[in-house]
C-alpha cells in the first residue's frame, strides 16, 4: 500500500467519523428537520469535493497557470477528437526554476541568465492546458529536443494585449537549456 493510499483512507476515515458525529448529534437535537437535511447534505457534498480535489496533488493532471520559469520534462500532445467530442490538452511534466529576476529575450542564452539548479527536493509537476495548434508545434518541438538530449527551458510571459486589460491565459516559448555557470577549480596542490 502506498502512502497515497493510505492517505486516501484516512481521508475517508475521518469524513466518515465527522459525518457519524454529526449524524448523531442532529437526530437527539430539536432542530427543524429540513435543517438537519442541509446539515447532512452539505456535509456529503464537501466529502466528494474533497474527495475530487485530492485528484489534483494525488499526481493527476493541475489545470493550474504555468510558472514563471520552469525546467520542461516532457510533454504529452492530445489532439482534438471530433468523433469523441474530445477538445484536445497537451500535458507538461515540468520542473519549476527558482529564480524570478526579470529577463530579456535576447538575454536567454546567455550562460548564467536563468538559475538552472533544481532544488534536489523537488518533484516533477503534471499541468494541462488547452489544446491549440501554436502550442502543440512548440510543445512537439520541444519534445524532439528533448529526445535530442537538448534540455528546455520554459518562459511564461502573463502580458495583456492593451493596457489594463487581465490576461488569463499564459503565453511562453521553450528555449533550450543555457549553460550554468560552474565555479572555476582550483589549481591542483
Given at each position: 500500500m502506498t502512502a497515497l493510499t493510505i492517505g486516501q483512507i484516512e481521508l475517508v476515515a475521518a469524513y466518515t467519523l465527522v459525518t457519524a458525529f454529526l449524524l448523531v448529534i442532529l437526530f437527539w437535537s430539536r432542530v427543524r428537520w429540513w435543517i438537519k437535511a442541509g446539515a447532512i447534505?452539505?456535509?456529503v457534498t464537501f466529502f466528494f469535493g474533497t474527495w475530487t480535489g485530492l485528484?489534483?496533488?494525488s499526481?493527476?493532471?493541475?489545470?493550474?497557470?504555468?510558472?514563471e520559469r520552469f525546467e520542461l520534462v516532457w510533454a504529452i500532445i492530445v489532439e482534438p477528437?471530433?468523433?469523441t467530442q474530445d477538445p484536445g490538452a497537451l500535458y507538461y511534466w515540468l520542473l519549476e526554476l527558482r529564480d524570478d529576476s526579470p529577463l530579456e529575450e535576447e538575454d536567454i542564452y546567455r550562460p548564467g541568465s536563468i538559475d538552472v539548479r533544481?532544488?534536489?527536493t523537488q518533484l516533477p509537476r503534471a499541468i494541462?492546458?488547452?489544446?491549440s495548434r501554436g502550442a502543440h508545434e512548440e510543445a512537439e518541438e520541444a519534445r524532439n529536443k528533448i529526445i535530442q538530449g537538448v534540455r528546455q527551458v520554459g518562459l511564461t510571459t502573463r502580458r495583456p494585449k492593451k493596457p489594463g486589460e487581465y490576461a488569463p491565459e499564459s503565453e511562453f516559448a521553450f528555449y533550450d537549456r543555457p549553460d550554468p555557470i560552474l565555479a572555476?577549480?582550483?589549481p591542483p596542490p
Open positions: 447534505a452539505l456535509a485528484r489534483n496533488i499526481g493527476w493532471p493541475s489545470d493550474e497557470k504555468l510558472p477528437d471530433e468523433t533544481l532544488d534536489p494541462r492546458i488547452p489544446y572555476p577549480k582550483a
